[in-house]
């Protein structure tokens, strides 16, 4: 089993409304990729247009990408990517990329890849979409651009709902194993050639995992009391592998533990570089709660090693899967 850490390494606090431009969390990335390197799990920073563009990236990340202690890919925000227009950020808040005219999404692509090639001195292979906005119009460019491996799937979940300002993929049948992405709908397998490596969310009860009629249930009512109490007992929420503040050391692993026993070949962990400082996101307000992250994600990692778990970089897992399709020729 492999453990992929993927991190979207963006502005600070890009859930406040104002969408501040800062990058001061990039300086709070040293501590966690030192924990990283303990353990030897070399993490994956998908960096946004600002972070690439600003000094911290080539004072911290650079180093750790040419070292081979990290890899660096890409992360696009639309309304921080150029070229900036009219669509980036409307009435109803932050555009997702998958909202953007096809044109304009290759144009935003292409900027940004073409910085980090010039930062990185070669073609960044690594992706995901700001919000979780892939959407089958950008296979092509992301292939185009060089980009072997995408990671904007979300399984089980589904960002479309009106209620909740959401308007973007529906992922709820999306395979929870690595795939090769359809040309029509990125949450299918098919013949592009770019491949999916999906967020590990699960669902850890059994129950739930073998009742398609529970699970329907539950997307339907989740968001009523019952549903929130039935999940605080019994865990019946689809189970993402990110250290959100509530998950604690034994839910994590219970994710880990349910990907084993389903005979994924790679977890993948995900959140925000923002987390990684106090109050740079909603996430951890305080330097308490980033030590809290910080003392649960150490607890994890030793289990994972303990369990042989190898750490690998994303387009280091997607190489040989690629290669063996043809589909990379580096
Ligand atoms: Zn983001």
């Not at 998958?98 to 044109?103: F, G, H, N, T, V």
């Amino acid at each position: 089993m492999k453990l992929i850490i993927t991190i979207d390494t963006e502005g600070d606090n890009q859930w406040d409304a104002g969408l501040p431009r800062s990058t001061d969390n990039i300086r709070f990335i040293p501590r966690f990729q030192e924990l990283c390197d303990r353990y030897h799990f070399p993490p994956t920073y998908l960096c946004t247009y600002e972070v690439v563009d600003s000094t911290a990236f080539d004072e911290i990340l650079l180093p750790l990408h040419k070292s081979r202690r990290a890899e660096v890919g890409a992360h696009l925000h639309p309304w921080t990517n150029p070229p900036l227009s009219k669509w980036d950020r409307g009435d109803n808040g932050a555009a997702y990329p998958s909202e953007l005219p096809a044109d304009l999404f290759t144009q935003k692509l292409e900027s940004l890849t073409a910085l980090l090639a010039a930062k990185l001195g070669e073609t960044p292979r690594s992706y995901r979409a700001g919000r979780w906005g892939l959407s089958a119009a950008h296979i092509p460019a992301l292939l185009q651009c060089g980009y072997i491996v995408d990671c904007s799937v979300t399984p089980l979940l589904s960002w479309t709902d009106p209620g909740a300002r959401e308007r973007g993929q529906d992922f709820s049948d999306a395979p929870v194993s690595p795939y090769f992405v359809a040309w029509g709908d990125p949450a299918r397998e098919g013949a592009s050639g770019l491949l999916e490596v999906p967020v590990t969310i699960l669902h850890t009860n059994a129950i739930m995992r073998h009742s398609p009629l529970l699970r329907g249930a539950y997307r339907r009512y989740r968001k009523t009391l019952a549903a929130r109490m039935l999940n605080r007992a019994f865990w019946i929420a689809p189970q993402w592998f990110r250290p959100f503040s509530d998950m604690s050391v034994a839910r994590l692993t219970a994710v880990y533990e349910t990907a084993r026993r389903l005979g994924l070949p790679a977890v993948e962990m995900m959140f925000h570089s923002s987390e990684l400082m106090p109050d740079g996101s909603p996430h951890n307000l305080t330097v308490e709660s980033v030590d809290h992250l910080f003392t649960r994600l150490d607890r994890l990692f030793a289990h994972l090693a303990g369990r042989k778990v190898e750490g690998i970089t994303l387009s280091a897992f997607a190489e040989p899967l690629c290669k063996a399709r043809g589909t990379c020729d580096r």
